[in-house]
């Protein structure tokens, strides 16, 4: 269950991932903020009117964005906008709640569940700083009967938010186990357990090298799963980004790769030296030469194959900050969903 940003590059991702990726997917995509909300809500719905295949359902996050009419004189918050834009978009959507939202938004997520007919999920915080207490029996009964859905018609993320240490990755590990002794007996459709491992940007990494970033979200995940005993639980990330919304971004970021393997993100960032983003070049043939790139090469995703072409010069562009986030996602949906696939671990 990737939890991405709602962006130009992730929403590139998903549309070329394969249709085995596909089957083995249930994307969350998260709306970022941005001053002009109605035009940012727009671009978003085109988005997934372009790139989410049309058996897919697409699970929608507005959790970042202000509770308040998207315009003057429009009727109902964001929620609602993007259910009616999806709607006539032909896009199915699913809305995640969670049991801190208002009863306006509440009511605009039943509204949702009710035109677009795929439940909703009910995403809980299990973060170091927070102080939301777990919903008790009443919370969760009262929150199923204002979305007028059974909990089969509903799917339980259990969000553990950023992990920056080892000592950090066991204290989640715990609280993750905690809400789910109390959450997990429900009759969920599905549940999830997530987390986020990614920095939150690439300051201070070495430049012209590649840089291990252990994967403590899948680490957190396995722990998890060796110590809980009730109904299977799904693999969550935040794909290859930090948890947190990204802050507006100034000026343009140097080539980077954040790629993804078994254990860890190498991550590739190279000084801006040539013109352009030709430094992409170089960076693209370091990483097809180095042992990090895997036995099925240019094959392993959508992503994969345009990193072998910037690596061969045989792309007239390196491409820039949308594409090489996109390509990142693209090699690190199919990795993990392989993996999970056939080894049974992210």
Wanted: glycine residues 8%; proline residues 8%.
């Amino acid at each position: 269950m990737p939890i991405l940003k709602g962006k130009a590059g992730e929403f590139m991702a998903l549309e070329h991932a394969t249709p085995e990726v596909r089957a083995r997917i249930r994307p969350v995509m998260e709306i970022v903020p941005d001053p002009d909300l109605r035009d940012i809500l727009e671009t978003f719905c085109d988005h997934a009117m372009d790139a989410v295949p049309q058996d897919m359902v697409l699970t929608v996050d507005c959790g970042a964005l202000p509770a308040l009419q998207v315009l003057q004189g429009d009727i109902g918050g964001p929620m609602a906008r993007v259910s009616e834009s999806l709607g006539l978009r032909g896009v199915t959507m699913r809305p995640v709640v969670r049991c801190t939202d208002t009863d306006s938004v509440m009511a605009e997520a039943a509204n949702a569940v009710a035109r677009h007919r795929s439940g909703a999920c009910l995403r809980i915080t299990m973060t170091a700083d927070s102080s939301d207490p777990l919903p008790d029996k009443g919370r969760i009964r009262g929150l199923l009967r204002e979305l007028k859905v059974e909990p089969e018609e509903a799917d339980l993320l259990i969000d553990a938010g950023p992990l920056r240490s080892i000592a950090g990755r066991d204290r989640a590990v715990e609280r993750v186990l905690d809400a789910l002794r109390v959450l997990a007996p429900w009759r969920w459709r599905e549940r999830c357990v997530a987390a986020g491992a990614f920095p939150v940007n690439l300051t201070g990494f070495p430049r012209g090298q590649a840089t291990p970033v252990p994967r403590l979200d899948a680490q957190l995940w396995q722990r998890v799963i060796n110590r809980w005993n009730g109904q299977p639980l799904d693999f969550g990330d935040f794909g290859v980004t930090h948890p947190h919304m990204p802050a507006k971004s100034k000026g343009t970021p140097d080539p980077n790769m954040r790629y993804t393997t078994r254990g860890d993100w190498q991550v590739f960032v190279y000084p801006r030296i040539r013109s352009g983003n030709d430094d992409f070049f170089t960076l693209s043939q370091d990483l097809v030469d180095s042992p990090h790139w895997p036995s099925t090469g240019a094959q392993t995703s959508w992503g994969d194959a345009r990193l072998l072409d910037c690596a061969r010069r045989s792309r007239p562009k390196a491409g820039g900050g949308t594409e090489w986030r996109a390509w990142a996602t693209s090699h690190h949906l199919a990795v993990v969903s392989s993996h999970l696939e056939v080894l049974g671990h992210p």
